[in-house]
């Protein structure tokens, strides 16, 4: 006979990332007044940029007031891709590996398969113009 497994679903890796730009220096720069998701602490965008990220998905997050943090969506256990943020983790669709996306402890492994946490990207705030600069 055939013989089945029940493998655990971590949810869809399908994801709506929004597209955007790189600049002349190969960062990525948004204007929050843009991103309504990102005027709450906890709040986040996923966000897509050609050649950037070696064409990952990446997370920016609002992790504090007036603080703002960056990852990837690539897993570090085998590439697979991190779903959208909840209750203060975003884990990985393939295989359960959990990360921070808080103040303090962002990208840092938390639980599920065991991995390394994930490097934040550079992101720099310029209150004056609203704008975050994301550099990988």
């Known amino acids: 006979g055939v013989q089945t497994c029940a493998l655990p679903i971590y949810g869809s890796s399908s994801t709506n990332a929004t597209t955007v730009d790189v600049d002349a220096y190969g960062n990525v720069v948004i204007t929050l007044a843009d991103y309504s998701d990102l005027s709450s602490v906890g709040g986040y965008v996923r966000l897509y940029a050609p050649t950037f990220n070696d064409e990952r998905d990446f997370l920016v997050v609002m992790t504090a007031d007036g603080e703002?943090?960056?990852?990837?969506t690539k897993c570090t256990h085998a590439g697979g891709t991190?779903?959208?943020?909840?209750?203060?983790?975003?884990?990985?669709?393939?295989?359960?590996?959990?990360?921070s996306v808080e103040s303090g402890s962002f990208g840092e492994w938390q639980g599920g398969h065991a991995a390394s946490s994930i490097t934040p990207l550079t992101v720099t705030y310029d209150s004056g113009a609203g704008t975050l600069t994301i550099s990988a």
């Open 82 to 99: 991190l779903r959208n943020p909840s209750g203060g983790l975003a884990i990985c669709s393939s295989h359960g590996a959990e990360f």
């Open 68 to 72: 703002y943090q960056a990852m990837t």
